[in-house]
């Protein structure tokens, strides 16, 4: 057997929970968790948690003093910050011994053919993208996947956190607000698939600057469906035309980092076809990176979801 690795993970909230758990229950790596709290635990002998201000020398310090071979970044900040903070990630990647690969932190959708949508992500994500394109030394990929499928389950059930209005359903409520027609195309992936998914790219000889996953694709108006199925219980509906999207995006596009704005460009982003990963690049990835794993599907989550505390 190979050389255990050291991976990295900066900013381990919600969907970082699941890398956490998933990295350190695999053979292969060690994790080091970086994180600005001095009392943040995991009750998980396997990681080693490093106290930083994410500042590039405190990082390159990290990945130095673990050996860490690879950073990988699910930090959630302020628009303003996202740029100098994964410059910091980058050159302390560069200036490090062993720090050869990196992964920013992305985990949204079809980056490319939609490069600036979500809108907070074409303010940061994609000037971020091209600060990569002209770096040297450092092997990265922008990894993405849909929406976390963990929205369509109770939020007590999973680590992510439900921001209501963000997600088209919404359980406490139960209700479905159609967005467009709901026809418009999805894919949706579990966050522990997602770090699966991530494993298995760690031990991949190489990379390609963008990695699509896709747990299901699909529409919400199906996925709707099959819920109100599933719990034999309808939705109550609401509807929110491509216009009254465009009107709140108007409303509120001088309104900064706003939750408003926040939640107008999350509509424009699933409307928009940009939150389905490229079905001919995902299939190709699938055979190519990520044939070991048995993605699940929305029916496994659900069934799952009954029967465990949390997922
Ligand atoms: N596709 C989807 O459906 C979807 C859904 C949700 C999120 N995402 C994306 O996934 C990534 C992670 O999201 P998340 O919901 O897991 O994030 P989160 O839990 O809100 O935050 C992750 C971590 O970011 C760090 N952080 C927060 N504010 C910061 C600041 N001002 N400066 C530096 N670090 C800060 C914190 O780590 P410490 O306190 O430990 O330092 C926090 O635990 C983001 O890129 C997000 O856009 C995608």
Not at 27 to 36: E, G, I, K, M
Not at 104 to 131: C, H, M, Q, V
């Amino acid at each position: 057997m190979s050389e255990k690795k050291t991976i990295a993970l900066a900013g381990v909230g919600n969907c970082g929970m699941y890398f956490c758990e998933e990295l350190s229950l695999d053979n292969r790596y060690d994790v080091v968790v970086l994180t600005r709290q001095k009392n943040k635990s995991f009750n998980n002998p396997k990681v080693n948690t490093q106290v930083t201000d994410y500042s590039e020398d405190s990082v390159l310090s990290i990945l130095n003093a673990t050996g860490s071979s690879a950073l990988i970044s699910l930090v959630r900040c302020p628009e303003e910050q996202y740029i100098s903070l994964h410059q910091g990630f980058l050159n302390a990647c560069i200036r490090s011994i062993k720090c050869k690969r990196f992964i920013p932190s992305e985990w949204a959708g079809n980056i490319e053919d939609f490069p600036d949508l979500p809108g907070e992500y074409g303010k940061t994500r994609a000037p971020f993208r091209t600060i990569l394109q002209q770096s040297h030394g450092i092997e990265w990929t922008l990894f993405c996947h849909g929406w976390f499928m963990e929205y369509f389950i109770p939020e007590d059930k999973s680590y992510m956190t439900h921001l209501p209005g963000e997600f088209p359903i919404d359980l406490k409520s139960w209700s479905y607000c159609v967005r467009g027609t709901g026809e418009e195309p999805q894919t949706w992936t579990c966050g522990r698939d997602v770090a699966k998914a991530v494993a298995e790219l760690l031990a991949a000889p190489q990379w390609e600057p963008v990695t699509y996953i896709a747990g299901e694709r699909g529409t919400f108006n199906k996925a709707a469906k099959q819920m109100e199925e599933f719990y034999g219980r309808p939705f109550s509906r609401t509807y929110r035309s491509i216009n009254d999207i465009k009107e709140s995006l108007k409303q509120h596009r001088d309104d900064g980092d706003s939750l408003q704005l926040g939640l107008a460009e999350a509509e424009e982003w699933t409307v928009s076809g940009a939150t389905a990963c490229p079905e001919d690049k995902t299939r190709r990835q699938l055979v190519k990176y990520f044939s070991k794993i048995k993605f699940s599907t929305l029916e496994e989550l659900l069934i799952q979801a009954e029967a465990v505390d949390k997922i």
